[in-house]
């Protein structure tokens, strides 16, 4: 790939988002009931191939009992509001009221409120009984301290996600996580990220990790890139770290990780393309968070929202289009691909002419930047 000149003393790598690409049909079709989306990570299968992010807007514990139920998976943020307050119903209400001058302050005091181990346990435990996949999200911050509440608890698949993660995070104030030596001591699959490059994603496949997120500031609530100047265009960060995924297969002998697209996934479309250039699955954040019967009620905020120190967050309203179910299963009225995520992903696997995902990821793509206005 030819780099760009940006000045004499500066040089860069041309890179594309999901709007830059396009999917190609081949020679062949199928019909859309023909077409397997079936995701398999470790000993776990999902009719979908979708996590629910474990941001509060998006999953509560009855929520991730619903994206079990429908055949995804999802992702309780064990940081949250969930595991700070008993009846954190209140909270959430007001965070939707709150003035957007006031918003980040308030949503700060908020989430001073420590986090209690026994809530960990009691939100896992009210997922298990309802006999769907347990996942629980934690920051690396937090992971050592948390980790074992919450495996004791169990958790069928551990998240470890943060804005970036590293396997070589380097710390003269804290013992940083060793990553390779905790998920060795874990019974339980890792999915571990955000990464957005070929070589920080190689690096977290080789500490063991089952699954890697790719993504960096790509979210509808993020402002990273406008805070701290730092971007991952996701069609180029997908295929990177697709590419990480391929090179550690011939390493390892044979072990593949999964690639998972955490970010700038806002509708069909994007799910699409994702998985043309390599993902396995999607994270979907502000997608879910328009479900009638999301935890946000209609508002989409994250963790980088409250950040006691520097916020790279906002509050946004995302509005409610359709409950969940119709969000992911249809049907749809809108023809702007928020809704019925799935039926749109059968049918551009269809229309393509490709039976499942692996098959899928080899589907001819084009550089064709859209502008939709």
Not at 154 to 181: M, W, Y
Not at 209 to 238: D, E, K, Q, W, Y
């Amino acid at each position: 790939m030819n780099d760009i000149e940006i000045g004499r003393a500066k040089r860069a790598r041309r890179v594309y988002a999901f709007d830059d690409i396009a999917v190609v049909p081949s020679r062949r079709t199928r019909d859309p009931q023909d077409v397997s989306i079936s995701w398999t990570i470790d000993a776990y299968t999902f009719d979908i191939p979708v996590l629910a992010a474990p941001m509060d807007s998006v999953v509560s514990p009855s929520t991730a009992i619903a994206m079990g139920q429908l055949g995804g998976l999802g992702v309780l943020d064990l940081e949250g509001l969930w595991t700070r307050y008993e009846d954190p119903e209140p909270l959430f209400a007001e965070i939707r009221e709150l003035p957007a001058d006031g918003a980040t302050k308030r949503m700060q005091q908020i989430y001073s409120e420590p986090i209690k181990p026994e809530l960990v346990t009691a939100r896992l435990a009210e997922i298990r009984a309802a006999g769907v996949p347990v996942a629980g999200a934690l920051s690396p911050q937090r992971t050592k301290e948390l980790s074992k509440t919450v495996v004791d608890a169990g958790v069928d698949l551990f998240v470890i996600r943060g804005t970036t993660v590293s396997a070589e995070h380097v710390s003269k104030a804290v013992e940083p996580l060793n990553l390779k030596e905790f998920i060795y001591e874990l019974d339980v699959p890792v999915i571990v990220g955000g990464a957005a490059t070929y070589t920080a994603a190689l690096h977290l496949m080789r500490t063991g990790a089952a699954g890697v997120l790719v993504g960096f500031g790509g979210g509808a609530a993020s402002t990273t890139r406008a805070s701290l100047g730092i971007h991952a265009p996701m069609a180029t960060a997908v295929a990177d770290v697709a590419g990480a995924r391929r090179d550690y297969m011939d390493e390892s002998g044979g072990r593949y990780v999964h690639v998972i697209a955490d970010g700038g996934l806002g509708t069909s479309g994007d799910i699409v393309k994702a998985i043309s250039v390599g993902a396995d699955a999607v994270m979907l954040g502000s997608t879910l968070a328009r479900a009638t019967d999301a935890p946000g009620g209609g508002w989409h905020w994250g963790a980088e929202a409250h950040h006691s120190e520097l916020p790279r967050g906002n509050r946004v309203e995302v509005g409610s289009l359709a409950p969940l179910k119709e969000i992911l299963y249809g049907p749809s009225s809108a023809a702007d691909g928020r809704v019925n995520l799935m039926g749109a992903l059968r049918r551009s696997m269809a229309t393509t002419g490709y039976s499942d995902l692996k098959e899928f990821q080899r589907v001819e793509v084009v550089v064709a930047p859209y502008n939709a206005e």
